[in-house]
């Protein structure tokens, strides 16, 4: 009897251990599935990021700076009319010109003569036909620059050759202001244009 109780006990335990619950097996991973939530994962973030992209304010381009072409310089050679003939000199091919002896230039009141405030008195020197040409009718005295003094210059009424001196004069009116005053003057010709070297007339006022 032994044995056959040994049996059952064997048999029971069996069955006991086939009717037990099975663990649960694990699933086996769908790899399509996986792939499909990866892509959607992808698409979804490019998509948020061309979003953000598209609300950001696009800087403006840089404008390259205008090349400024470099500046045309033209020369215009021009020839004009005179119209201080007491600065301004003969053109080049004119015969006209005038000097003076330095000892000899003043012919009445030298530089520094003592004048009344506002009286008349006339200033001569002694100038020198120095060009080819002969000097004559339109041949003057013009003012230069300095005080004009209310200069009036006196007619040339003869001919001066070429080397010949002739003296020529101004009528001035002295100025009221006390002090040291100065007038420079210059021959000029019939057309207007002043030649040769600048003599003047110096004063003192008082």
């Known amino acids: 009897m032994k044995p ?58 840089p404008t390259s700076e205008p090349t400024s072409a470099a500046p045309t310089v033209t020369v215009t050679m021009t020839v004009g009319v005179l119209t201080t003939p007491g600065i301004l000199g003969t053109p080049l091919g004119l015969c006209d010109d005038a000097n003076f002896n330095k000892d000899t230039v003043d012919v009445n009141n030298p530089d520094g003569t003592e004048i009344t405030p506002g009286s008349d008195f006339l200033k001569t020197w002694k100038i020198k036909n120095t060009g080819a040409c002969t000097w004559g009718a339109g041949y003057t005295v013009v ?29 001035f009116k002295a100025p009221t202001t006390v002090g040291e005053h100065t007038s420079t003057w210059r021959m000029a010709n019939p ?13 003192i006022v008082r």
């Open 143 to 171: 003012f230069a620059y300095g005080e004009k003094m209310d200069g009036t210059p006196a007619s040339l009424n003869i001919p001066v050759i070429p080397n010949q001196e002739v003296e020529v004069s101004v009528q």
């Open 4 to 61: 056959k109780h040994i049996s059952l006990t064997i048999l029971l335990a069996l069955l006991l251990a086939a009717c037990a619950p099975k663990a649960t097996p694990m699933p086996t991973p769908d790899i399509s599935a996986i792939s499909t939530a990866a892509a959607k994962t992808v698409i979804a973030e490019i998509s948020a990021t061309a979003a953000a992209a598209a609300s950001l304010t696009p800087l403006a381009s």
């Open 191 to 203: 057309s207007g244009y002043a030649f040769g070297q600048f003599f003047f007339v110096k004063i």
